[in-house]
């Protein structure tokens, strides 16, 4: 296969980690037993990258007669049943050097490994033989944590040729003298473990490069499924002489660095990751995962498979995490001004109580205290809310994880990143900007003159919308079948505690383009389908007093996803994500003075 391009025209990281070779293998890692010796390599596209089941939840009926529809209810009616499906996958494993707890989520077992900067010490055993290892955000804090282990381990960054991020990395104290910078390739080749993290289009595109490159025997590590799913969309597979792991922060790069330097005052501070063994050809790849989620700073770390992750990651960046919420504000704030209200509250009562208020009460009691927080009347406006936008959200998301899973969506991806440049005799597309249309301006002044500490109103209208569609996501991920580890953080945590400040901090392209290339294409595609349902069929009929779903309602209120939800927000960080405005960790193009 020939490729379009090495490496994208961008400020593509390629970091990489080398170990000395060893002279044998064993099983597992173990403080007890000798370790093969790993080269790892590492790429990283910027500085801050980060058999499916039917949903039964309702029944159709279709209408008899012309008189049966109404302009102010779906064509189709939706009945729910209970929650108490029994969905989701549990994924056990063996570690020989971490602790692996078992957690009861909604009645459902599951296994993590609390992190901590306690366990540092452990990662000269697990990365033992180790001599190099590189990258962005992630590679800094892996740096830091086998420096405060006293690990002689050093930290690389392979970059290809001529590549703008040479300054970055250099100011970072990457350099070509001390050998921790180097070429790409060359660090590939000569790694035993190569973190692969350039952009999702660039892995599309370079696959088979970098399999080439790598050593028999070698590890290759990702942080997201998205090449797993490609190459399935090809009928292809991984090459079976290597191993394939993943380690998957729940939020953006920034965060990752951002709330790893904050720990560095408080242990526990972080971003919650997943982990994944997709091949393991010698029994190292369980520890050697492990060992880089701790290395990064996560707080807790959870089993997943490589295609749940990257089915639950792409899906959930287009619904709530970036797309839906931005659908959802632009269309609340429209409906707001053309009802009468001022253009500050309403851009106070829809981003500001989503990102501030709402937020804040999820992240840290879960959704139910969001609507037991509301007055009677305010309660009885959420409810009808609630009610109309539940099954709209749950239309479009309910494509978006087909989209996802069969390929399409992946496709798409790909295909835009080709659009970047000029081809085929037509000009070039990049993506445009998502943040000067007269609401973010509003925003802007907003802003301005908010106090530290004000989290915004509680509005019951803008809560009904944001939960539903919360649920709605929760569902469609229960009923295909992940786990609920998985579901909170994909649909939850990661939006209230890692995404949703920094939309807070300085509006939605602050938000969505400090993310990865795949969710910033995703956001915008399917941004404008929530914002044209709601607006379509869950506000018209609100506004025609359409009968509330009492089901819906009392579903909502006794799901056994709100006890999962309790035991995860123990497991949440000590310390909150903190981004100032003038925030200077986040994409160079996205920085300003303070």
């Known amino acids: 296969m020939s490729y379009s391009r090495v490496v994208p025209n961008t400020n593509t990281l390629a970091t990489a980690i080398s170990l000395k070779p060893s002279l044998s293998s064993t099983p597992s890692l173990s403080s007890s037993t000798k370790s093969a010796a790993l080269k790892p390599s590492f790429t990283a596209s910027s500085w801050y990258s980060p058999t499916p089941k039917t949903l039964l939840p309702h029944h159709f009926h279709a209408p008899t007669n012309n008189s049966a529809r109404s302009s102010v ?6 009945i729910s049943v209970p929650s108490s499906i029994t969905p989701t996958t549990s994924i056990d494993f063996h570690t020989s050097v ?24 452990l990662l000269d055993d697990v990365f033992k033989g180790i001599k190099q290892i590189g990258g962005p955000a992630q590679a800094q804090n892996l740096r830091d944590s086998l420096a405060e282990a006293k690990s002689d381990i050093v930290v690389k960054i392979g970059l290809r040729k001529g590549s703008s991020s040479f300054a970055e990395a250099r100011t970072a104290g990457f350099t070509e003298e001390n050998g921790t910078l180097g070429d790409i390739w060359e660090t590939i080749s000569g790694s035993d473990l190569v973190l692969l993290l350039i952009s999702d289009s660039a892995q599309a595109d370079n696959y088979e490069k970098v ?23 090809m009928g292809l597979d991984f090459p079976k002489d290597i191993s394939v792991i993943a380690v998957c922060p729940k939020g953006m790069g920034p965060s990752v660095r951002r709330l ?15 982990f994944a063994v997709h091949q393991d050809v010698d029994g190292r790849a369980t520890d050697v995962a492990l060992g880089w989620s701790v290395a990064l700073g996560s707080p807790f770390t959870f089993a997943t498979t490589l295609e749940q ?33 001022s253009e500050d509250l309403a851009y106070k009562n829809t981003v500001e109580c989503i990102t501030g208020i709402v937020s804040k009460t999820i992240s840290t009691k879960g959704m139910l205290a969001v609507y037991n927080s509301l007055s009677e ?78 989290l915004g109103p509680l509005c019951p209208f803008t809560s009904g919308v944001f939960v539903a569609l919360m649920m709605a996501q929760i569902e469609v991920l229960r009923k295909k079948g992940h786990s609920y580890s998985e579901i909170i953080n994909e649909s939850l945590i990661e939006a209230v505690d890692s995404l949703n400040p920094f939309m807070h901090a300085r509006g939605v392209s602050f938000m969505v383009d400090n993310c990865s290339t795949t969710a910033r294409l995703g956001s915008r595609k399917w941004a404008p389908r929530f914002d044209y349902i709601l607006s379509q069929q869950a506000f018209v009929a609100v506004d025609s007093g359409a009968p509330i779903k009492q089901d819906l309602i009392s579903n909502f209120l006794s799901d056994p996803v709100h006890e999962a939800i309790e035991v995860c927000a123990q497991l949440r960080p000590t310390v909150d994500i903190s981004v100032p405005p003038d925030a200077d960790f986040v994409r160079p193009e996205l920085r300003q003075s303070s």
């Open 73 to 78: 209810a779906l064509a189709a009616k939706m």
């Open 98 to 121: 971490f602790n692996k707890e078992k957690i009861s989520l909604a009645g459902h077992d599951e296994y993590i490994v609390r992190g901590g900067r306690h366990l540092f010490p």
């Open 211 to 233: 399999f080439s490159h790598m050593k028999p025997n070698s590890i290759l590590g990702l942080s997201h499924g998205f090449l797993l799913g490609h190459l399935q969309s």
């Open 260 to 274: 790893y330097v904050q720990g560095k005052e408080i242990n526990g501070a972080g971003i919650n990751s997943s």
């Open 309 to 341: 992750e990257y089915k639950s990651d792409i899906f959930g960046e287009r619904g709530i995490l970036l797309g839906a919420v931005h659908g959802v504000v632009e269309c609340l704030f429209r409906r707001y001004v053309e009802n009468g209200m």
């Open 377 to 454: 009347s305010g309660k009885k406006r959420f409810e009808a809310v609630y009610s109309a936008s539940y099954y709209p959200c749950m239309e479009i998301l309910y494509e978006c994880y087909e989209d996802v899973a069969s390929g399409s969506e992946i496709c798409s991806v790909v295909l835009a990143g080709r659009r970047f440049h000029e081809k085929e005799g037509l000009p070039a597309f990049p993506m445009g900007k998502i943040d000067q249309t007269h609401m973010w301006k509003v925003g802007e002044r907003v802003r301005a003159t908010r106090s530290k500490d004000d």
